[in-house]
């Protein structure tokens, strides 16, 4: 499965913004699929991800109740809507997909990977 991110831009402190995440190849349905952003001289971390039905969520701690996200299957898109936004925000951002249970945290249990779309917040 191919992903492309897309949706990145520079906002302030305390905006919205919403990421998308089109996929295209294989059954999209068949994968989970997470978000996960590196800022710069730091690792790659999970955001989130959502099953491959999306009735679960996962959501790492930095992000609970500010960033939600939801797919649409019929459109092969997945979306991060990102509320109070903060500087420490700030990332390059990814999705990806896999093809294990229980919408993995780990990056290396993820198989496809989009290119990245830069999300900067000025404070």
């Known amino acids: 499965v191919q992903l492309q991110a897309s949706g990145g831009g520079l906002v302030q402190a305390g905006d919205s913004l919403r990421l998308s995440c089109a996929a295209s190849?294989?059954?999209?349905?068949?994968?989970?699929v997470g978000w996960f952003r590196q800022a710069p001289g730091k690792e790659r971390e999970f955001v989130g991800g959502i099953s491959r039905s999306g009735l679960s969520r996962n959501y790492a701690d930095s992000v609970k109740g500010r960033f939600t996200i939801s797919r649409d299957n019929a459109k092969n898109t997945i979306y991060l809507q990102m509320n109070s936004l903060k500087s420490e925000d700030t990332a390059v951002y990814y999705c990806a997909a896999t093809s294990r249970v229980g919408i993995p945290s780990q990056i290396s249990l993820y198989n496809y990977w989009g290119q990245g779309t830069q999300v900067t917040v000025s404070s």
């Open positions: 190849g294989r059954t999209f349905t068949n994968y989970e």
